[in-house]
């Protein structure tokens, strides 16, 4: 996958990644991120990923992300790796509009 990325160190050395989304159906991509096992958030725990949610209140099938991550190689391996492809196709993620993002200093 084609990736726009631009991430900086915070002080404990992990990275942040911001990350923006269309879904199908946002009530699925919910379900899959509600804490308990088989969640999203045990995924991403197990590649030592951790990550908080949002969406957008007009719009219930735009969502968000901010991750923090080991470091970018582990980020993107989670990304294209048959799980998190998986994932992504059972939580009717619309893959084109995925978007990642970070802090940058201009």
């Not at 991430?7 to 990644?17: K, S």
């Not at 991120?33 to 999203?40: A, D, L, T, V």
């Not at 735009?62 to 990304?79: A, C, N, R």
């Amino acid at each position: 996958m084609d990736y726009l990325v631009n991430l900086w160190n915070n002080p404990d050395e992990r990275e942040i990644v911001i990350v923006k989304r269309r879904h199908f159906e946002g009530n699925r991509w919910d379900r899959a991120w509600k804490k308990g096992p088989g969640s999203r958030h045990e995924l991403f725990a197990k590649y030592g990923l951790k990550a908080r949610t949002f969406q957008d209140p007009q719009n219930l099938n735009l969502k968000g992300l901010i991750v923090e991550v080991p470091d970018m190689d582990t980020w993107l391996s989670v990304l294209d790796s048959k799980e998190g492809k998986k994932a992504m196709a059972e939580d009717g993620l619309k893959v084109e509009t995925l978007r990642i993002l970070s802090e940058f200093t201009p």
